[in-house]
């Protein structure tokens, strides 16, 4: 449950970005303590891939003005990499393919490189293969997706367990699922939310950006914010999102426009 008290890990202030000299997001502000889940919502190209991307740092996104802190550091100073190593994980709308680079081995490197930057020891083949193989259990994986390139040939509902599987290894501090359930059919879509409530915790935090409401029947999230046009024009408890499934999107604009 929610505490006032427990640590900010997450905190937007007045974020304005651009790519190409097109500005994306004009004034964000967001706040996200441990043990919370937020949901972001929106019509399609209100920003909100480009907010999660440049929480993880790509280097295309320009922020213009505002601020990210990450527990309390400045975000935007620090280089992706070691964004990962902190605790900060994205889940991409399209989970990229890497021919040629077993997912075993990426997994094991993304892992060891965690441990080694929080001090712990780093495991080998034999010590990792054992952890792997008890948390594939938690996104109903078979073993033999370990031994394939990452998502190379993956169907869309495999890459996205493929992305659980790395959280749920990674353990991340603050993990960003940028529609983790689109093209998801209703089983994938329920072995994701599974997933990422075993996975959430007190200590931890998530944000999930969807398009639809029905990833929120099974991922319930503690607030709900309506991005559109590069804002958060509202937020709410879960309730928002059934009632942006009910009425749409645009009476939210309407009512940022008038003032409401
Ligand atoms: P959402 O994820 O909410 O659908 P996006 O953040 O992907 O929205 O996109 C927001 C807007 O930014 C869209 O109008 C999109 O066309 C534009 N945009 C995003 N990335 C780029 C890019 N690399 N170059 C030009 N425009 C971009
Ligand atoms: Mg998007």
């Known amino acids: 449950m929610i ?15 651009e790519v190409d000299g097109t500005p994306i997001l004009k004034g964000v502000n967001l706040e996200i303590r441990a043990g919370e889940i937020h949901a972001i919502m929106g019509p399609n190209g209100s920003g909100k891939s480009t907010l999660s991307k440049i929480l993880a740092g790509h280097p295309a996104y320009e922020v213009t003005g505002g601020e990210v802190l990450y527990k309390g550091e400045n975000l935007l100073e620090v280089e992706a990499e070691e964004r990962a190593r902190s605790g900060l994980f994205l889940a991409f709308q399209y989970p990229l393919e890497i021919p040629g680079v077993s997912n075993l081995d990426f997994l094991r490197v993304a892992y060891n490189s965690k441990r080694k930057h929080e001090g712990g020891e780093e495991l080998d083949a034999f010590d990792f293969d054992e952890l792997v193989r008890e948390r594939l259990s938690l996104v109903k994986m078979d073993a033999a997706f370990l031994n394939r390139s990452v998502n190379e040939g993956f169907s869309g509902g495999e890459k996205k367990r493929n992305e659980i599987l790395q959280m749920a290894l990674l353990e991340p501090t603050l993990a960003v699922l940028d529609e983790t359930d689109s093209g998801l059919d209703v089983d994938a879509l329920r072995i994701v939310a599974d997933g990422v409530n075993q996975l959430s915790k007190p200590d931890n935090s998530m944000l999930v950006i969807t398009h639809y409401q029905r990833l929120l029947n099974y991922i319930v999230p503690d607030y709900v914010h309506i991005m559109a046009i590069g804002k958060i024009l509202r937020t709410g408890g879960k309730d928002l999102a059934l009632e942006v499934e009910a009425r749409g999107y645009d009476w939210v604009l309407e009512e940022a426009a008038t003032g409401v």
């Not at 890990?9 to 007045?14: A, F, G, H, M, N």
């Open 3 to 17: 505490s006032e008290n427990s640590e900010v890990i997450l905190t937007v202030r007045d974020l304005t970005a």
